[in-house]
């Protein structure tokens, strides 16, 4: 088989903010890499380094394809606790290769004859480092065009998706494999906390269109209701910098009935919150920014949506496609392509 690495530049990495490209591995990080230490609780491997939504995609003739892992990572997620990559062609899924031998050389062989699009979808709740691809002797590869529709998301854990079944199944990913457009998804697992270094990055990314899914992270108390409406207009107004007329949707928390009306040390429930980010976004609307919405995140997983919901949290495995058809139907219908 022969082989190419990042540098010889016949694949893309996708919905990645930056690339660690090594002497010895290559690395997809969701933050600015060479300035990590600016993204406090964010710069590890299992937030900044977790590959959720991102995936390294060609065009190729290939009927076999290997990646050759640098290492892999022990985590308990309560879900999976060995990395996994999923291999999508034609924006299905194939196959999921599950890394449970530690580094090496893994092989995907459900590759059909002929040239197609292939993605990897590398697995959202770890870092993936590698060195190189591998594809048949007689077959090509080369970078394939990005979906021209480029939609940024900004979330929780929810978003994250730890509890999706396999990398290319969390809500987002189905969205955008589904809706044939290019996902960045920075949903931290605990850690949407409206931080301006974040609002500062969305702003400098290619975007026709934002989503800002909001609030469930900071009911323990890291904001306060002093706090959260200016620090959800402060987002706003850093987007806005360098995305004057791009639609930004503000999402309000899921159904979450422990929280529902328990305000917690934000002095805020998620009802509170729900009427908070809807009063931003009729601020902004009266201001005259009529490109800014708003979505009940009652509607994107409501009260039936609990028996996908084991935590009453976290959507799980099924979960993840009802909260995905809920996003088509209330924000991807009613504002992307405008």
Known sequence: MKSYIYKDNVFEIEGALSIYDGNDFTQPWRIDFNRKQLFPYLNDDFQGGACSGVRIAFVSDCTLLAIDIVETHERDTGFHDVMLIDLVID??????????????????AKLSIGFKKVELWLDHAFPVKFTKLLINDNAMMKKSKSPKYRWVHYGSSISHSVRAKTPATIWPGIVALQEKIHVTNLGFGGN?????????EMSQLNADIFTLKLGINVHGGRLNIRSFEPCIIGLIETIRQNHIKTPIVLISPIIAPEYENTKGLSEMSLSDMRDILQLVVTNYNNLGDKNIYYVDGLEIMGQEGLKYMPDNVHPDGPGQFILADNFIKNVVNKYFYR
């Open 91 to 108: 924006g299905k899924l194939i196959e999921t290769l599950p890394l449970n031998q530690g580094k090496g050389v893994y092989t995907f």
């Open 192 to 200: 949407c906390i409206l931080d301006p270094i974040i609002g500062h």
